[in-house]
């Protein structure tokens, strides 16, 4: 192996990520290990382009496993709530509403308070609760996408439109995320504290 | 009653058992890499051996690092009783499986 490959690093950014999705006491040796296989297995077979691309994804499969069961929770509130109003609309749409709120928010916020306790990192928890709303919402917008391609008769195009039309099928699960976050942050900061006890200087 | 273990635990115990005192995060990565003959995610044999530690199947201790992972320190597993009892269940449970088939009874069907 040549000493260019001993000194190459991957991505700042994944590393910097990564580290903030594995537990805090797992840190060193989790980007040890890919840092090594980085540099004596991949980048000397692959070239420096794709072994890049290799840690990301090792990264992104690390942010999956720490948030798709959130994710695909929140997904399906999302899409039967979805589906309800396109299938099933009310004469008002306060009740669901509230539903749907109180559940994304305590999906964002089950999110950022387990993150931060799984990683026993403030960072760790927020950032679990942004890329669980991101997830979520990749998958609602593919479902409803499906939906809409197989019932989109003029009754069905009727009741989306009374329940906020195309744009809150498609940009609000983005949207939320924003939102979700805060409750995600809030979450993390009590998540993070309850690993704490009283070695308040660690945080 | 003893821990089940799935078919990837158990690669993931096996690399330990065969790694002996070098068994760390990487070297059991490639370990399963090889016996699985496939590629395995570094997320998955991480996962896999945080699960087994909170199983208590196996321990963990950090030693030093070297030079190629940035000095990094190596996170080395050793099997527990529990582990090695999971282990021997798993052994007997796809032995009592396999008990009265015949060789031949796959011959010429693969």
Redesign the interface.
């Known amino acids: 192996m040549s000493n260019a490959h ?1 000194d190459a690093t991957p991505p700042a950014w994944a590393e910097g990520l990564l580290r903030f999705v ?2 805090r006491d ?1 840190r ?10 980085y ?3 991949i980048l000397p077979s692959r070239g420096a382009a794709s072994a890049d691309r290799w840690y990301v994804r ?1 990264m992104v ?2 942010l ?2 720490a948030t798709w069961v959130w994710a695909v929770v929140f997904a399906a509130a999302a899409l039967l709530r979805d589906a309800l109003d396109r299938f099933d609309p009310p004469q008002s749409y306060y009740l669901r509403s509230l539903v749907t709120t109180w559940v994304a928010i305590a999906l964002f916020a089950s999110a950022g308070f387990f993150g931060a306790r799984r990683t026993r990192s403030f960072v760790g928890g927020v950032l679990a609760g942004c890329v669980m709303g991101l997830i979520a919402a990749v998958i609602t917008v593919t479902a409803s996408t499906v939906m809409l391609a197989i019932a989109h008769d003029p009754a069905t195009m009727d009741a989306i439109a009374r329940g906020g039309g195309l744009d809150e099928t498609f940009i609000l699960p983005f949207v939320i995320v924003v939102p979700g976050t805060v409750f995600a942050t809030i979450a993390a900061a009590f998540g993070r504290l309850s690993t704490l006890g009283w070695r308040l200087d660690s945080i | 009653m003893a821990d089940t273990l799935g078919t990837f635990e158990q690669a993931v115990l096996l690399a330990i058992l065969r790694l002996g005192d070098d068994a760390y995060g990487r070297a059991i990565m490639t370990d399963v890499r090889e016996r699985l003959d496939r590629e395995v995610a570094a997320g998955a044999v991480h996962a896999t051996l945080e699960r087994l530690e909170q199983k208590r199947l196996v321990h963990s201790k950090l030693e030093a690092g070297t030079p190629i992972r940035g000095g990094r320190a190596r996170r080395y597993y050793r099997l527990q009783p529990a582990g090695a009892r999971a282990l021997e269940n798993a052994r007997h449970a796809v032995n009592a499986l396999w008990r009265g088939i015949p060789r031949r009874l796959l011959e010429g069907m693969s």
Do not use: K, P
């Open positions: 001993h594995v537990r797992h060193d040796s989790i980007s040890g290990d890919l840092l090594e296989e540099r004596e297995r090792q499969g690390y999956w496993r």
